[in-house]
């Protein structure tokens, strides 16, 4: 993970789709450009890993293309992201942890947030489930410390990721997507308005909005573990044929 003047690269660690960058922490890492406030990233292609990505500004816009100029995300400043959520008790998310359809069969087993494959400590182990009488998906969550900064609080970036998955899985399966269909990110905007500290017991919530076409819209946020909402995001997921073989 780097970001710096005018370049970005994704370290492995953080892969969402095999070979390329969890949609979620890609767009953290250019809201950290933007700088500020709620901030919202469209991703128009996948992000590659390993390799420096060039970085430049456009007013207030961040944009980030690869070494031929083609251009994979863009980010800029956000209308305030309402911090809310459904209420969920700490109890509630560790009951349905894990037990959302996606696991029967998971697109992206290796996914940094939501993936199965992923030891723990490696990923994040976020792993939602839908509450029994509700449109509401929900995970346990407590931050490793590998992924806080110096002072113990958890890295912005890795928040928008944590906020990713749930909401995907929460759009997808409200919107009951036929055999052979996955979903992508292509738009997220988040704010933050506390860092938990590694170890601190948290919950993701997640709900789906509406359904345009091959688009679906989201909502999720990460509630500490009082009940206060430390950060907020809404999201729109694409619709795309399933990747064929294992992920």
């Known amino acids: 993970m780097a970001a710096s003047g005018s370049e970005l690269r994704l370290g492995r660690r953080y892969r969402g789709p095999p070979g390329t960058a969890n949609g979620g922490y890609a767009c953290g890492m250019l809201a950290a450009v933007v700088g500020g406030g709620a901030a919202e990233a469209t991703l128009r292609r996948p992000l590659p890993l390993e390799r420096p990505l060039g970085v430049r500004r456009d007013g207030d816009r961040v944009l980030v293309a690869d070494g031929e100029g083609i251009l994979l995300a863009e980010a800029g400043p956000a209308a305030d992201v309402e911090l809310t959520a459904p209420s969920v008790m700490a109890e509630e998310a560790l009951a349905v942890a894990g037990r959302s359809r996606y696991y029967d069969d998971p697109v992206f087993p290796g996914c940094f947030v939501c993936g199965p494959a992923r030891p723990p400590g490696d990923g994040l182990g976020v792993f939602p489930g839908p509450l029994p009488g509700r449109a509401v998906w929900a995970a346990p969550w407590a931050p490793h410390p590998s992924v806080a900064d110096a002072d113990g609080a958890v890295r912005p970036e890795v928040l928008w990721a944590a906020l990713d998955c749930p909401s995907g899985i929460a759009a997808a399966e409200a919107a009951g997507l036929p055999d052979g269909t996955a979903v992508v990110l292509g738009r997220m905007a988040a704010t933050l308005a506390a860092?938990?500290?590694?170890?601190?017991?948290?919950?993701?919530?997640?709900?789906?909005?509406?359904?345009?076409?091959?688009?679906?819209?989201?909502?999720?946020?990460?509630?500490?573990?009082?009940?206060?909402?430390l950060a907020a995001a809404r999201t729109l997921w694409l619709t795309v044929v399933r990747p064929p073989g294992p992920a």
């Not at 860092?195 to 909005?209: D, F, L, Q, S």
């Open 195 to 229: 860092r938990p500290r590694a170890g601190t017991p948290c919950r993701v919530v997640a709900w789906p909005g509406r359904v345009e076409g091959r688009k679906l819209a989201a909502a999720s946020a990460l509630v500490g573990p009082g009940g206060e909402v």
